[in-house]
């Protein structure tokens, strides 16, 4: 087999991406292993590395029988994806994350799911997000991507995984940072009014929901850009310079659980029901995740009244600024004078204006705001 040049990075995927090339392969196989490692060290020690809120509710004997089906499946897929590709990489990590997986479950029996304590990682929403996400925006980024020349596994990539799993990891602390000022606050509001909203039914809570969230979340985004302190927290964010699936979850956690917070206060005061809460936080997942994707879908039809990639992209290209905050909404930016959308165009680059880079890697990123200016 051939070595991969010299000097080029095992972690970049530069090589052809078609069927019979060992990309397809090595990727599934390294999506299945890291979960299934996820998992098993979710098995393993549920009442450590899970959300409480959560443990009950896992079948474990169906999560089982999948882990005995994913292992061996993500190590035969890695060994044929290092057979096919130049670099090893992918298969390396699906044999790997394979390995670990099995020895994770073999030497330590599950525990069982229901667990005792009241804090936990969440483990186990990294796994679940992780797979789902991959298994959509994947195959759709190679289908139709935007830039064919983009490699899935990007220079970045891992460095936004990592953002990816921190903010998995810390959802139960942030989520108590986030929800407790706006729920103690809510007791202020006039117990008629939350129950009159309370009342209405789901499909008229949930577009007031995305409308109240988006007038906050526009205000709050444009002052990450207009306020120096705020910006160092959000600059994190648009330090990206490709975008796809993975790149949206570059958010620092201060900027995170800053603008989480001052959306959710409305949301708890006016007394939203849970159920169109919980459709509202569903929604905004996915398509955060999606107008970051490197899909070259405009959605022409979609584009005056729902912010798609085209509109979001505009965002972050390098060569404009201060436009396009709206989150779901794109006509806030026309009534607040911050619209842009060329016709038909796309940005031809990304990330932070005059040139300027950022730091590199995840923990660079995390500690660059509290640094020096």
Not at 208 to 213: G, H, K, Q
Not at 290 to 302: D, G, M
Not at 360 to 368: E, I, M, P, T, W
Request: proline letters at 8%; one cysteine or more.
């Amino acid at each position: 087999m051939v070595r991969a040049p010299a000097g080029t990075s095992p972690f970049v995927t530069d090589e052809p991406q078609h069927f019979g090339s060992g990309w397809l392969s090595g990727t599934i196989g390294a999506v299945l292993g890291i979960a299934a490692s996820g998992t098993a060290v979710c098995l393993a020690l549920p009442q450590h590395l899970t959300l409480p809120a959560l443990r009950a509710s896992y079948p474990v004997p169906f999560v089982v029988s999948a882990l005995h089906a994913a292992i061996p499946l993500a190590f035969v897929l890695g060994l044929l994806s290092l057979w096919l590709r130049r670099k090893k990489t992918l298969g390396a990590i699906a044999i790997g994350t394979a390995a670990l997986a099995a020895t994770v479950f073999a030497v330590a029996p599950p525990l069982d799911a229901a667990g005792s304590t009241t804090v936990g990682l969440g483990v186990d929403v990294f796994v679940f997000t992780l797979v789902v996400y991959a298994a959509v925006f994947l195959p759709l980024e190679r289908l139709w991507p935007l830039r064919a020349e983009q490699p899935t596994f990007r220079p970045e990539w891992w460095t936004d995984l990592a953002w990816f799993a921190s903010s998995a990891l810390l959802m139960q602390a942030t989520s108590f940072v986030i929800l407790a000022p706006a729920n103690a606050l809510a007791t202020t509001t006039p117990a008629g009014l939350r129950a009159a909203i309370a009342s209405l039914p789901l499909v008229v809570q949930f577009p007031a929901i995305v409308l109240v969230s988006d007038l906050v979340q526009y205000h709050v985004h444009r002052a990450c850009h207009r306020v120096p302190l705020l910006w160092r927290f959000h600059a994190i964010h648009h330090s990206a310079t490709s975008m796809d699936w993975l790149a949206g979850s570059r958010l620092h956690v201060v900027d995170a659980v800053l603008t989480r917070s001052l959306v959710y206060l409305p949301l708890a005061m006016l007394g939203f029901a849970p159920a169109a809460i919980a459709a509202y936080l569903v929604f905004v997942a996915a398509q955060a995740t999606f107008v970051h994707t490197n899909l070259r879908w405009r959605l022409a039809w979609l584009e005056p009244w729902l912010v798609v990639p085209r509109f979001h992209h505009w965002h972050h290209a390098d060569s404009v600024r201060d436009v396009n905050f709206a989150v779901h909404v794109p006509w806030l930016d026309r009534v607040f004078g911050t619209f842009h959308l060329p016709a038909k165009d796309w940005p031809d680059a990304y990330g932070l204006a005059d040139g300027a880079t950022g730091p590199r890697g995840f923990l660079r990123q995390l500690l660059a705001p509290f640094g020096r200016r």
